[in-house]
């Protein structure tokens, strides 16, 4: 029988927030690693993790970067750590995979297709930006897209999967990406029972309804039956909604400054804060929260004695 706890993954600092929209973004590689300590310590099973560049905090995809953070974590911490592959819409494929395939972690994250990943909204609200890169990093987004085609998640999957052992969050932006996922099954490329994050509130991708976490999970059942774990994330103001939703569907949860930078009304301190925040609501529902091990038992993880740093 399937565990029934919840999975709580902390996405630490991504690559869609600047460091001007919240003084608490973490960016410095020393600042990413207490950030996740902290995080795993309030109670994140699993970490996720992208790397800035520790001059001005854009996104970078530099491995030596995510070295100064990646082994200062797993020595303070049991957490699974789960390492992008999707980097940002500016980098290549080799780029974004660059980190992953020298540091062979247990786990990363794997978009399930091609998609617009609009950011330039976020120009909508007045503020000093302390760097140029920010608003051009936005404003990019309105004429390029988040490039992930099929040859290109089949190489993933062979690259990472079949030679470093590597499991993955399939990250599924839209109905059809659940599709992708499935042809991929089909084929043979993906072991044992995938583990899904559906993702909610991205401009290009579906939109943070519960109608749409109901229709999402009911195709997943449709093409999966039992055989699948779903986690579900919703950016900005959605996120404590939608992934309370999700825990009293039998899924797991995502928080983390990557996803939201809110406590509640206020701006999250910490990812810590949204931590604690998500593990309250889940008692209050007498659901249980998976420790590290439990989580590496329920999605057939290698262990992290068998990374790369």
Same mark, same amino acid.
């Given at each position: 029988m399937k565990s029934k706890k919840v999975i709580i993954t902390c996405a630490v600092t991504g690559s869609v927030h600047t460091p001007s929209m919240s003084p608490h973004l973490p960016w410095k590689p020393e600042d990413i690693a207490s950030q996740a300590i902290e995080a795993a310590e309030a109670g994140a099973s699993i970490l996720h993790l992208h790397a800035r560049d520790p001059n001005d905090g854009r996104p970078t995809a530099d491995p030596a970067v995510f070295m100064r953070f990646l082994p200062v974590i797993k020595q303070a911490s049991a957490a699974v750590i789960n390492i992008s592959t999707g980097g940002s819409s500016a980098m290549s494929l080799e780029d974004r995979l660059a980190a992953a395939l020298q540091a062979q972690p247990e786990m990363c994250s794997l978009n399930m297709g091609s998609m617009n990943f609009g950011l330039f909204p976020a120009l909508d609200k007045p503020r000093a930006w302390q760097h140029a890169w920010e608003p051009e990093l936005l404003e990019a987004t309105r004429n390029t897209i988040f490039r992930n085609t099929f040859g290109d998640i089949e190489s993933i999957l062979k690259r990472l999967g079949e030679g470093c052992g590597t499991r993955f969050e399939f990250e599924c932006y839209d109905v059809g990406h659940l599709y992708t996922l499935a042809h991929f099954r089909d084929r043979g490329l993906i072991p044992g #029972? !995938? /583990?899904?994050?559906?993702?909610? $509130?991205?401009?290009? @991708?579906? $939109?943070?309804? +519960?109608?749409? *976490?109901? +229709? %999402?999970?009911?195709? &997943?059942?449709? *093409? /999966? @039956?039992?055989?699948?774990? /779903?986690?579900?994330? &919703?950016? $900005?103001? +959605?996120? %404590? !909604? %939608?992934? #309370? %939703?999700a825990a009293t569907l039998g899924g797991s949860v995502r928080v983390g400054l990557e996803d939201s930078l809110y406590n509640g009304r206020e701006l999250a301190k910490s990812n810590a804060d949204q931590v604690r925040r998500i593990r309250t609501i889940l008692d209050g529902l007498s659901l249980d929260v998976a420790t590290p091990d439990e989580a590496r038992a329920m999605l057939g993880l290698k262990g992290g004695d068998r990374v790369a740093f």
């Open positions: #029972t !995938p /583990f899904i994050q559906f993702v909610f $509130g991205v401009l290009g @991708g579906i $939109g943070a309804d +519960h109608e749409n *976490l109901a +229709h %999402m999970k009911r195709i &997943a059942d449709k *093409l /999966f @039956g039992e055989d699948y774990r /779903f986690s579900v994330l &919703a950016a $900005g103001r +959605h996120q %404590m !909604p %939608m992934i #309370t %939703m």
